[in-house]
């Protein structure tokens, strides 16, 4: 009885450590959508948590440099058909999805080198369009998180950044 209580007990620190280990801090994500047209739009991005931290000085987005708009690997940003961004022509297919922020002034950037690691071995020579927004506030998200509605509307909240683009 003496060993079933002693392997119980290192089985449940175990399976606490394991359980803690598994915790990510920029869990994977997926948005996913489907316009009126049939063409399918997915982002996979990993979302990091604010945790007290504000943007732009303590944690990325840093004013004027390329964010990778996300965490860990680079956002990938995918579409089954050719759209249209903001009215600039993509064609279908998989793109890292990288951003700048200048204020309430936003760049959103469609580059061909989907695969890679952060915002580190990006190069302004692979963009495929390049798309200027404006920013608006929107109420505290603490995770960063991406919405796509049937209409096309992209949505990128943090904090209290709210980006938004249209896909046709």
Do not use: H
Not at 14 to 42: D, Y
Not at 73 to 99: Q, R
Not at 121 to 133: F, L, W
Request: charged residues 15%; hydrophobic residues 40%.
């Amino acid at each position: 009885m003496k060993k079933l209580v002693i392997l119980s007990a290192i089985a449940l620190v175990f399976m606490t450590i394991g359980s803690a280990c598994a915790q990510k801090p920029s869990p994977p994500a997926t948005a996913t959508g489907t316009l009126s047209n049939g063409t399918v739009i997915t982002i996979n991005y990993s979302s990091p948590a604010l945790k007290g931290r504000t943007i732009g000085k303590d944690v990325e987005p840093m004013q004027g440099k390329v964010w990778r708009a996300g965490a860990n690997d680079a956002t990938v940003f995918e579409i089954s058909k050719d759209v249209t961004i903001n009215g600039k022509a993509l064609p279908a297919g998989k793109y890292g999805f990288f951003t700048i922020n200048n204020g309430s002034d936003w760049t959103l950037i469609f580059n061909k080198t989907w695969k890679q690691w952060g915002a580190f071995s990006y190069k302004e020579a692979d963009d495929a369009i390049r798309v200027n927004v404006i920013s608006t506030t929107a109420s505290t998200m603490e995770r960063l998180t991406y919405t796509i509605s049937n209409t096309g509307k992209v949505t990128l909240n943090w904090g209290t950044v709210q980006v938004d683009f249209n896909v046709k």
